[in-house]
């Protein structure tokens, strides 16, 4: 595979403090990392990726999940 970089921001402010965890996939549905952020409000958060390809960004709060779709190329 090429080699790229691209540098992405998760950020975010709950109204309250809640568990949170997020995890990044590959479009094949493999897992790539995983956090758990433990229990916070405001949280910003910089990665580096440097494997061209799609990625799924899935960030739970409280057992709610949101998920993304990222694209290195």
């Not at 691209?6 to 975010?12: S, Y």
């Not at 995890?23 to 758990?36: Q, T």
């Amino acid at each position: 595979m090429c080699k790229s970089s691209l540098t992405f921001n998760i950020k975010f402010s709950l109204e309250k403090e809640a568990r949170v965890t997020y995890s990044i996939y590959d479009m094949a549905g493999k897992l790539i990392e995983k956090y758990d952020l433990g229990i916070l409000k405001d949280y910003t958060y910089s990665k580096s990726l440097s494997t061209v390809g799609t990625y799924l960004i899935v960030v739970t709060v409280d057992g709610v999940s949101k998920s993304t779709r990222l694209i290195v190329n």
